[in-house]
């Protein structure tokens, strides 16, 4: 529900970048579609430098033997650099205005619109008439991926894997029986476990040092998917008689989550502090500290983290993975994130280069992708004679399987499963991920952007979270719920709706 940061910055000289990229475009475009008898896309003998710009802690490059056998294969050289994703939106326009763009970019931590603006203007390379060079690469990556936030018969950007359903929901099995208490299945069940587990000692302290679960606000995609959910409300548009419709006008459920989260707050099962979180591992960090018995974890990280911490504040903690509650109308919803996450090419580039860049990536998901994900033999890992696998000390030193993932990415979810860890451990988790997939949060709005919510949409949404936040925490009366909803609608949202089921009516006209 949480939309990323709509910051959207344009100056005069940034409109006039982008005038020339779409000139440019036209004439890239030409070059790969109507040259093809002539153009040897395989060809590496010339020696092309490739600038990548992305997000996350820096990757050590110089002595990487990652990096220099992928240079070596394809014949370039890599210009990395990194940027915090906090601001990633304003950094990549700045870059824009100054005519600096880099070869390739991530994106995902920027607006929607931006995208949008951006390949209507002509500064992304339209890489869908190269794919039939790179058919693995096509066919490794969903169509749908492929096609979200793009105008139709366009691929501007290659997708960028995001497991849409990634975190699964823990409890701890040791408080459980001390309490003697089961496995909660249905919303109400899980109130009374979450109720005895703030109240009742599970911990045998003697201390009121415990709380039942924590939130990262009201509407964060990363942790609401449980609660709002499953009462109903949308992740964030619901179609409905073929009108899609926002949770923010969903009022019949958001008294009822609105009324459990109140609830939970007087009763003092609800962490006091949800309203200051503000990413997931906040309220994840009140279950390693032993203070939250249930919370969201991460399947490919749990072993080495949240089953790690808990047993330094207890030895015999234990944890339990468990289907998300079922809430009245029997809906069960796991966080769901969104999935047009995607790297960019510059449309300056022109086709050899971008061709060089879609042939690394395709590398990636075929003869490279074991090598970015263990890394090389004897210097990353090596093999006993039983058979067995063991990490060695540079595979966290030249991080492979973060090149393989921050960088290029392949299209797996398995991806953070290394042969060390063993069969077990990557059975396991492909059996987790397949599990949660059965509770998706669907958000039935392919993708439109809306004028009004682009200008306006995140005051909106904070002056409406602000109101049921302070219903929540008892500051207001739960007549309020209402109040917010047509406060939310009257100031810009009806605007929205209209806007983004006008252009729902298009989308759907243009597919059929």
């Given at each position: 529900m949480k939309k990323y940061t709509l910051f959207f910055f344009v100056s005069v000289l940034l409109i006039g970048f982008l005038a020339a990229c779409n000139n440019e475009n036209t004439q890239n475009s030409n070059v790969a579609g109507e040259s093809n008898e002539e153009f040897e896309p395989f060809n590496f003998d010339e020696h092309m430098t490739i600038s990548m710009l992305t997000t996350g802690t820096p990757i050590e490059y110089e002595d990487n033997p990652i990096f220099e056998l992928i240079?070596?294969?394809?014949?370039?050289?890599?210009?990395?650099?990194?940027?915090?994703?906090?601001?990633?939106?304003?950094?990549?326009?700045?870059?824009?205005?100054?005519?600096?763009?880099?070869?390739?970019?991530?994106?995902?931590?920027?607006?929607?619109?931006?995208?949008?603006?951006?390949?209507?203007?002509?500064?992304?390379?339209?890489?869908?008439?190269?794919?039939?060079?790179?058919?693995?690469?096509?066919?490794?990556?969903?169509?749908?991926?492929?096609?979200?936030l793009n105008p139709v018969d366009h691929f501007y950007g290659i997708p960028e894997y995001r497991l849409a359903t990634r975190n699964m929901l823990a409890i701890r099995q040791d408080w459980l029986d001390n309490l003697d208490l089961e496995v909660p299945d249905t919303i109400e069940d899980f109130y009374k476990v979450a109720y005895a587990f703030a109240h009742d000692d599970p911990n045998g302290t003697g201390k009121k040092d415990t709380i039942g679960f924590s939130a990262i606000g009201l509407f964060s995609d990363e942790g609401t998917a449980w609660r709002g959910g499953a009462f109903g409300l949308a992740r964030a548009w619901k179609e409905f008689d073929g009108e899609?419709?926002?949770?923010?006008?969903?009022?019949?459920?958001?008294?009822?989550?609105?009324?459990?989260?109140?609830?939970?707050?007087?009763?003092?099962?609800?962490?006091?502090?949800?309203?200051?979180?503000?990413?997931?591992?906040?309220?994840?960090?009140?279950?390693?500290?032993?203070?939250?018995?249930?919370?969201?974890?991460?399947?490919?990280?749990?072993?080495?983290?949240?089953?790690?911490?808990?047993?330094?504040?207890?030895?015999?903690?234990?944890?339990?993975?468990?289907?998300?509650?079922?809430?009245?109308?029997?809906?069960?919803?796991?966080?769901?994130?969104?999935?047009?996450?995607?790297?960019?090419?510059?449309?300056?580039?022109?086709?050899?280069?971008?061709?060089?860049?879609?042939?690394?990536?395709?590398?990636?998901?075929?003869?490279?992708?074991?090598?970015?994900?263990?890394?090389?033999?004897?210097?990353?890992?090596?093999?006993?004679?039983?058979?067995?696998?063991e990490e060695l000390d540079a595979w966290e030193e030249h991080q492979p399987a973060d090149i393989g993932t921050a960088l290029l990415r392949a299209w797996n979810p398995l991806h953070r499963s290394y042969w060390w860890?063993?069969?077990?451990?990557?059975?396991?988790?492909?059996?987790?991920?397949?599990?949660?997939?059965?509770f998706t949060w669907e958000d039935d709005n392919p993708g439109l952007i809306s004028d009004t919510d682009i200008k306006i949409g995140a005051q909106l949404d904070a002056e409406f979270e602000q109101i049921l936040t302070e219903v929540v925490v008892g500051q207001r009366e739960m007549e309020d719920v209402e109040l917010a909803v047509n406060t939310w609608k009257e100031n810009g949202g009806n605007d929205i709706i209209e806007e983004i089921n006008d252009a729902y009516s298009q989308y759907k006209e243009e597919r059929n």
């Open positions: 240079e070596e294969k394809f014949n370039v050289t890599f210009d990395m650099q990194y940027y915090d994703r906090d601001d990633f939106d304003s950094y990549v326009n700045t870059l824009a205005a100054s005519n600096n763009l880099p070869d390739i970019w991530r994106f995902g931590y920027n607006d929607p619109q931006m995208y949008s603006n951006w390949a209507e203007k002509g500064v992304y390379y339209d890489v869908k008439p190269l794919l039939e060079y790179h058919p693995d690469l096509e066919a490794s990556i969903p169509t749908s991926a492929w096609e979200v899609l419709v926002p949770y923010q006008a969903q009022l019949k459920e958001l008294e009822d989550y609105i009324g459990f989260m109140r609830k939970a707050y007087e009763d003092d099962v609800l962490d006091k502090d949800f309203m200051l979180h503000t990413d997931w591992r906040d309220a994840n960090t009140r279950l390693s500290d032993g203070v939250a018995g249930i919370e969201y974890v991460n399947p490919n990280s749990v072993h080495r983290k949240e089953e790690v911490d808990i047993k330094e504040h207890d030895p015999d903690a234990e944890l339990t993975y468990i289907d998300p509650p079922a809430g009245p109308s029997g809906e069960r919803t796991t966080p769901t994130r969104p999935g047009y996450f995607k790297k960019v090419i510059n449309s300056n580039v022109g086709a050899a280069k971008a061709h060089r860049i879609l042939a690394i990536l395709e590398w990636n998901v075929t003869e490279g992708y074991e090598i970015t994900r263990h890394g090389l033999e004897d210097i990353h890992y090596t093999i006993h004679d039983d058979g067995t696998v860890l063993g069969d077990e451990f990557e059975e396991t988790l492909g059996e987790r991920y397949e599990w949660l997939e059965e």
